[in-house]
């Protein structure tokens, strides 16, 4: 039978994509319905019987049976004497099925119906990836590097489904090698076309918790509840972690002993800073809690605009800026206030803006940057320091501080 054939390489699809013999039946009955639609101009009077388990296939036309010369439609309505050619008993009124073989469709409509078959089964393993990993978003996945490009990642899994991890999702200090493990958060998943573009991230936020639900069994369990999570990846973040436990110290479960339980989160993010504080409602001692490990003196708040003037002793501020501004810059993402750093017992500063007709904005900038904009933020650091963080020469930042003094000399 030459239908056998062709039904046995179309359960090659059955076996590679795993696809359910309903799901494959209702595919190939649709791709052979357009084909005959196309072939005949209708369907409706078509019968498609499938059994792809034992490779049999059959498709009958059903005609009614017309007087010679009243066919008015070849494809719905037979001749009376072509329909004896069938069978000799039948009338003029009466239904006749004839089976239609796959040979007579034509070798091109064969090949068109071949190639419509495997691009629905593409398209329906590929709504299926989509559907499994649309339901994997914000969910740890581990991968393997399968090729590493200038800008991406290509990683598969052990299904052989690809995985991109973009340039701009992974932390700074990443290196992998073709066959390593990458463990990310499954970012978004879209559909490009017909295919699933996964993309997985190492930057996001919620990496970050998830390894916390990994790693620490309190906060896999719900004992310990992640408030916010922010990143500078592979700089800094900071954990705001709570319990409702009065007996869990939620900070100390999370770190662990001597850091025991943090470690190889720090480890995992390229031994990115992790400061873990304890949340409260209490907005003043959420931000003295935020800017940690510096001690504010007291502090100001402007609920309605949402902004905190933090007095600090001088020794504190730098702590409290941190490397980079990185520290302020965390504390402010996650309590949700603009803070503004103020030296306790300084009555006299100047912001470095006022300036500007002596020192050019890019330095100006530079020293913004890393969260020094007043005189005397900047007068208080050590020379090499400043020049080592900001990136400037050593005789720029000399003759900035020159400037800077001569203001107070006056």
């Not at 070798?107 to 190639?115: G, K, M, P």
């Not at 436990?245 to 992790?274: F, Q, T, W």
């Not at 001692?285 to 003037?309: M, V």
């Not at 933090?310 to 803070?339: C, D, F, M």
Request: hydrophobic residues 40%.
């Amino acid at each position: 039978m030459e239908n056998l054939a062709l039904i046995d390489s179309f359960s090659e699809f059955k076996d590679d994509k795993l696809i359910d013999r309903v799901t494959l039946m209702a595919i190939l009955e649709d791709v052979f319905r357009s084909t005959l639609k196309r072939r005949f101009g209708s369907d409706d009077n078509f019968d498609i019987i499938i059994n792809p388990d034992k490779g049999d296939l059959e498709i009958w036309r059903n005609r009614v049976v017309v007087a010679d010369g009243e066919v008015e439609d070849d494809n719905a309505e037979i001749s009376l004497t072509n329909a004896r050619k069938i069978e000799e008993d039948f009338e003029v009124g009466e239904d006749v099925s004839e089976e239609v073989k796959l040979i007579d469709l034509g070798r091109r409509s064969i090949l068109a119906l071949r190639q419509n078959l495997i691009s629905k089964i593409h398209e329906h393993d590929n709504t299926n990836i989509y559907k499994q990993f649309k339901e994997l978003e914000g969910e740890l996945y581990t991968a393997e590097v399968h090729h590493i490009r200038h800008r991406a990642i290509i990683l598969l899994d052990d299904e052989g489904n690809e995985i991109i991890l973009p340039k701009d999702r992974q932390i700074p200090s990443d290196f992998f090698r073709k066959g390593e493990n990458v463990r990310g958060v499954i970012e978004s998943v879209e559909l490009k076309g017909n295919k699933p573009s996964i993309i997985m991230s190492r930057t996001s936020p919620i990496f970050l918790e998830k390894l916390f639900e990994s790693e620490i069994p309190e906060v896999f369990d719900g004992l310990i509840t992640i408030k916010k999570v922010v990143r500078i990846p592979g700089e800094k973040a900071k954990v705001a972690v709570d319990s409702y436990d009065d007996r869990i110290d939620p900070v100390g479960a999370c770190v662990g002993m001597k850091g025991s339980r943090i470690h190889g989160i720090v480890r995992e993010l390229g031994n990115e800073n992790i400061d873990v504080i304890n949340y409260t409602s209490n907005i003043n001692l959420y931000i003295s809690r935020a800017l940690s490990p510096a001690r504010i003196t007291s502090l100001k708040l402007d609920d309605e605009n949402k902004t905190a003037q933090v007095y600090l002793k001088p020794e504190e501020v730098s702590k409290a800026i941190g490397r980079g501004g990185h520290n302020i810059r965390l504390a402010g993402q996650l309590t949700g206030y603009e803070i503004d750093v103020y030296r306790e017992g300084v009555e006299e500063d100047v912001e470095l803006t006022e300036f500007s007709d002596e020192i050019e904005g890019w330095i100006i900038e530079a020293f913004a940057k890393i969260g020094f904009d007043t005189a005397r933020s900047i007068l208080e650091q050590d020379v090499d320091d400043l020049v080592r963080r900001t990136d400037l020469e050593e005789e720029t930042v000399l003759d900035v501080m020159r400037i800077l003094k001569e203001e107070f000399e006056e």
